[in-house]
């Protein structure tokens, strides 16, 4: 029994998550990053693309990358929304699931919005986290790494439950086989501890407690010091670039969606 | 004549202590007599001091009985009479109290095994306690002392508080003054006098029944080997006030609760030793061997509490380590998938 526990357990570590569901997707590609800011080279496109192309697979949902860098860009959340009207991506079904990434150089904006199952998986406060973790990566300039940040996030952020904190360190494997391993070797110690019988008398064993007790007792108060410290504040998502509104809205077109914007 | 022992007066065998029937019991005859009703000759017979080199001859064969200059009962290594060494009882040596076996040879035997068969990271060959080479009742020497102890605790302790306001958090630090007496008596604190036992086994092997505790007799020696103690209660006071102290700064804390810190300035503990009594208390010693390794288990002679330390099986060490990670790994990543909602992984 112990052994086949065994077995299972170092089965389930052996095999790479990825590898499972990951082997169907590179079957047909289809384009899902338009770099017409020309920020990747072509071997940073395949890739990504490719990555995009097999965990959006996984997740059903097409997810896009736009960089534009042109005097006529306008508004980031309206070229998203115009954008989808116009080009009808989705997985499904032309107008149908996707994430979209739009990367506006002109005014340095960028904009994140899901389309329907997107959109329920990932709410402004996912996206807006999204956001926060690729914003630096776009300010420094390592475009590549923050698309794939974005497209890495997006696909296991889809893969929680809403309402549950996709970030929360107990929903890591690593995490919870580190307790489960301090688990098992704290019981193991106490068991080879208590084998050789442990002492069961304690201070009270031997006290007569008839005649034993606090004769006499003073609390004296001295001084009271208080200091004080500054609350951080977390720096809201909307704070500094709320142009078109921060969260998500609706379409010309009457598709709904949810989404995050900001500066880098 | 330095030497007791007890004949049945029916039939002339020797008669031990029975732990069953707490009687002075002849296996040959059957005969049981009640302890209290036979005249103790350590009562009656005062031993004049005499050289260390003595030699005790066994009254039933006359052989001379070897000893260790601490055993004050033992068996006739030839004829296997119980023999009592008096003069190694008297005077100083004489014990105010002693709790009788009340499991027998056979009860400890069965109680140990099943102890061996209860040892989970043990291994299997040692579990069916088929290798018990020797299993000795012994009276060990303790002193138990009665001491009162006053105390006086000076301390400075904390209360903290945390509040927001505005932009701003404040941490509240109140300051005492603490001060405490206290009076704490412990009564029959044991330690074992034998220079041959482990302290630590035998701290490991309390607590002991102390209604069970009587006055000392002869009689209850009869058929055990029993020591006289190496060390006087003076040599072990050091000891017992190690072992009361950590029971009087227990004491101590739980009476300064209710404190985010506590810093004792000074902690005064005055010790009086109100009394010592030498006793006799019961403790079975089995000799175990395991993988030409010997082994030494002690069991209460009163509760059966059995304490030593066993061989461990590095096999069951890590299947009980793989078994409990591997389960425990398995709920925690079923509850989170399903917490998450999504797949398995």
Avoid at chain 1, 149 to 156: E, G, L, M, R, S
Avoid at chain 2, 179 to 208: G, Q, T, W
Avoid at chain 2, 290 to 310: C, D, E, I, S
Wanted: net charge negative; glycine share 8%; charged share 25%.
């Amino acid at each position: 029994m112990i052994l086949a526990v065994l077995f299972f357990f170092v089965m389930m570590l052996a095999v790479p998550m990825d590898m499972i569901a990951g082997e169907a997707a590179a079957t047909k590609e289809k384009q899902l990053i338009f770099d017409t800011a020309e920020l990747l080279n072509q071997q940073e496109y395949d890739e990504l693309n490719a990555l995009a192309n097999q965990y959006g697979a996984e997740r059903e949902t097409d997810m896009m990358i736009m960089t534009i860098n042109s005097p006529e860009a306008y508004d980031v959340k309206k070229m998203t929304q115009d954008f989808y009207d116009d080009y009808a991506p989705g997985y499904d079904k032309p107008h149908g699931n996707a994430v979209i990434l739009m990367l506006d150089m002109t005014h340095r904006d960028v904009y994140l919005a899901g389309f329907y199952k997107a959109k329920t998986y990932l709410d402004d406060e996912r996206f807006d986290k999204i956001r926060d973790k690729i914003t630096p990566d776009l300010t420094s300039g390592d475009y590549k790494l923050a698309f794939q940040k974005y497209i890495q996030t997006a696909h296991k952020y889809m893969g929680f439950r809403l309402g549950v904190n996709p970030d929360n360190i107990f929903f890591n494997t690593w995490v919870q086989l580190g307790i489960a391993l301090a688990l098992g070797g704290g019981i193991v110690t106490l068991m080879v501890r208590r084998s050789g019988g442990r002492i069961t008398v304690n201070s009270r064993t031997y006290e007569d407690a008839s005649t034993s007790g606090v004769v006499d007792y003073e609390d004296t108060y001295l001084h009271t010091s208080t200091t004080k410290r500054k609350i951080e504040r977390s720096s809201s998502s909307s704070s500094g670039s709320s142009g078109g509104g921060g969260g998500g809205g609706t379409t010309s077109g009457g598709h709904s969606h949810s989404g995050s914007r900001g500066s880098f | 004549m330095p030497i007791i022992e007890y004949k049945c007066p029916n039939c002339g065998s020797g008669m031990v202590f029975d732990a069953d029937t707490g009687m002075l019991s002849c296996y040959s005859c059957g005969r049981k007599d009640n302890i209290e009703q036979i005249p103790d000759p350590l009562t009656k017979h005062v031993f004049s001091e005499e050289d260390e080199a003595r030699e005790y001859h066994c009254n039933s064969c006359g052989a001379v009985i070897m000893t260790e200059a601490e055993t004050s009962a033992t068996s006739c290594s030839f004829c296997g009479s119980a023999v009592v060494l008096s003069d190694r009882l008297t005077g100083e040596l004489a014990p105010v109290k002693i709790i009788p076996f009340s499991i027998s040879k056979e009860q400890a035997m069965k109680a140990f095994r099943k102890w061996c068969g209860k040892g989970l990271v043990t291994p299997s060959g040692f579990m069916t306690a088929d290798r018990i080479k020797g299993i000795t009742g012994l009276y060990v020497p303790f002193w138990l002392y009665d001491l009162h102890n006053d105390v006086e605790v000076y301390a400075r302790a904390t209360k903290v508080s945390t509040y927001r306001s505005g932009d701003y958090e404040y941490t509240k630090t109140d300051y005492y003054d603490l001060y405490r007496e206290i009076c704490l008596d412990y009564v029959k604190v044991p330690i074992d006098a034998s220079e041959k036992m482990n302290d630590e086994l035998m701290d490991k092997l309390e607590p002991f029944p102390y209604d069970k505790l009587e006055s000392f007799k002869t009689p209850y020696l009869a058929g055990y080997i029993a020591e006289k103690y190496s060390y006087n209660d003076e040599e072990l006071y050091p000891r017992v006030k190690d072992k009361i102290d950590k029971y009087i700064y227990s004491y101590i804390n739980s009476t300064v609760s209710g404190y985010a810190t506590v810093n004792y300035t000074d902690v005064d503990i005055d010790t009086e030793l109100e009394r010592a009594d030498y006793v006799l208390l019961p403790v079975w010693m089995v000799q175990y061997d395991y993988n030409k390794r010997k082994y030494t288990f002690a069991m209460n002679g009163q509760t059966g509490k059995v304490v030593g330390k066993p061989p461990i099986s590095k096999m069951k060490v890590a299947g009980w380590f793989a078994g409990i990670s591997g389960i425990s790994f398995l709920t925690l990543h079923l509850v989170s998938s399903w917490i998450i909602g999504g797949g398995f992984w």
